[in-house]
């Protein structure tokens, strides 16, 4: 069973910086795309940032030019470096994890929070 840990999320204040990270428990076979969400409480869960198995990269337009999704296929490991945070910012993030072979399958980590404070 592939399991997700999170961690980096914490307290900062707005104009800060932090790094999440997302480690698989193995390796996922397949195409596998690595995607952060996040969900602000009374909020929709979010799509923030995606990396494809062939590198490519799409952002949310809130956190353009703020934000960077990179991946280490040898770490099984996914990373979003979050620059210039705002108080909006603020949320639950969430990693996910989507292989597709003859299947679809989506993995979850477990979240982290990240606090921006203004």
């Known amino acids: 069973q592939v399991q997700l840990a999170e961690s980096g999320g914490g307290l900062v204040q707005a104009g800060g910086s932090l790094r999440l990270s997302c480690a698989s428990s193995?390796?996922?076979?397949?195409?596998?795309?690595m995607n952060w969400y996040r969900q602000a409480p009374g909020k929709q869960r979010e799509l923030v940032a995606t990396?494809?198995?062939?590198?490519?990269?799409n952002y949310a337009d809130s956190v353009k030019g703020r934000f960077t999704i990179s991946r280490d296929n040898a770490e099984n490991t996914v990373y979003l470096q979050m620059n210039s945070l705002k108080p909006e910012d603020t949320a639950v993030y969430l990693c996910?994890?989507?292989?597709?072979?003859?299947?679809?399958?989506?993995?979850w980590g477990q979240g982290t929070q990240v606090t921006v404070s203004s």
């Open positions: 996910n994890v989507r292989a597709v072979t003859h299947l679809i399958r989506d993995y």
């Open positions: 193995e390796t996922i076979f397949g195409i596998v795309n």
């Open positions: 990396i494809t198995s062939g590198g490519s990269r």
